[in-house]
C-alpha cells in the first residue's frame, strides 16, 4: 500500500516531442505528489507538485495529469531537449510533511 | 538564499570505521529528512527530524544507524561499523514545516564508499 510504481523504466524521445511518465499508487491517505528530476552526481530537483483536488498543473513545458479515481497521476514533457535528459522520480506524501516515497525513477534520454 | 548543504560530498570507510554525514538545511526550514539512494535504485526515506526531536524513524535500519538534528548547528547522520552494503549515496532534504509542509528540497548528496 506504501508503493508507488513508475513506468517506463527508460525513454528515448526525439528533441522537439513529449515524454510522458505515469505513476500509480495504492494508498488513497497520500495527498501531494510531487516529480523530481536528478541528474547524475546531483541531488534531486523539485520539478513541479500536484495535490489531490486538482486535474491538471502546468509550469512550463511540465504538466502533470491527476487522476483520483484510477490512482494515477503522470508528468508531461513538452517540446522535449537534450537539456532534459536526466533520472524522472514520482514521489507521494501524506500527513502534512510526512516521508516521500518514490517510485523507481525513469531515465529519460531525449535525442538531438 | 543558501540551499540544503551537506557534507563531506565524498566519504570513503574501511569496514568497521565509524561515518558521520552532515547536513544543513535552508534558512528558515526546520525540517530534515535523510534519504539513501543505492546504486541502480531509488530513494528509500530513512528519518525525519525536527529540532531536537526524530518525527519518523521507520525507515532507519534497527542497528548501527543514528541521526539528529540538535538545536543549533546541522543534522547528523551516523553509521557505525560500515560494512559494504552500507555504500551508497546518502541525501538530506528539508522544508520550511508550516505554511510548506510537503515541499522538500535535496542537498547535493554525500557519496559513502566502503571498503
Known amino acids: 500500500q506504501q508503493q508507488v510504481k513508475q513506468s517506463p523504466q527508460s525513454l528515448i524521445v526525439q528533441k522537439g516531442g513529449i515524454s510522458i511518465i505515469n505513476c500509480a499508487y495504492e494508498?488513497?491517505?497520500?495527498?501531494?505528489f510531487p516529480w523530481y528530476q536528478q541528474f547524475p552526481g546531483k541531488g534531486p530537483a523539485l520539478l513541479i507538485a500536484?495535490?489531490?483536488?486538482?486535474s491538471e498543473k502546468k509550469e512550463g513545458r511540465f504538466t502533470i495529469s491527476f487522476n483520483k479515481s484510477a490512482k494515477q497521476f503522470s508528468l508531461h514533457i513538452m517540446d522535449s531537449q537534450p537539456g532534459d535528459s536526466a533520472t524522472y522520480f514520482c514521489a507521494a506524501s501524506y500527513n502534512q510533511g510526512g516521508k516521500l516515497i518514490f517510485g523507481q525513477g525513469t531515465e529519460l534520454s531525449v535525442k538531438p | 538564499n543558501a540551499g540544503v548543504m551537506q557534507n563531506p560530498r565524498h566519504l570513503v570507510r574501511r569496514r568497521g570505521q565509524e561515518a558521520r554525514l552532515r547536513c544543513s538545511p535552508m534558512k528558515g526550514h526546520s525540517h530534515v529528512y535523510w534519504y539513501r539512494q543505492l546504486p541502480e535504485e531509488g530513494l528509500k526515506f530513512m528519518v525525519y527530524?525536527?529540532?531536537?526531536?526524530?518525527?519518523?524513524e521507520s525507515g532507519m535500519p534497527k542497528e548501527r544507524f543514528s541521526a539528529e538534528f540538535p538545536k543549533e548547528g546541522p543534522s547528523i547522520l551516523r553509521i557505525q561499523q560500515v560494512v559494504r552494503g552500507d555504500s551508497a549515496a546518502y541525501f538530506c532534504?528539508?522544508?520550511?514545516?508550516?505554511?510548506?509542509?510537503?515541499?522538500?528540497?535535496f542537498g547535493p548528496g554525500t557519496r559513502l564508499t566502503v571498503t
Open positions: 532534504a528539508s522544508s520550511p514545516g508550516a505554511g510548506g509542509f510537503h515541499e522538500q528540497y
Open positions: 494508498n488513497t491517505a497520500f495527498d501531494y
Open positions: 500536484i495535490r489531490p483536488d486538482v
Open positions: 527530524l525536527q529540532k531536537e526531536n526524530i518525527i519518523d
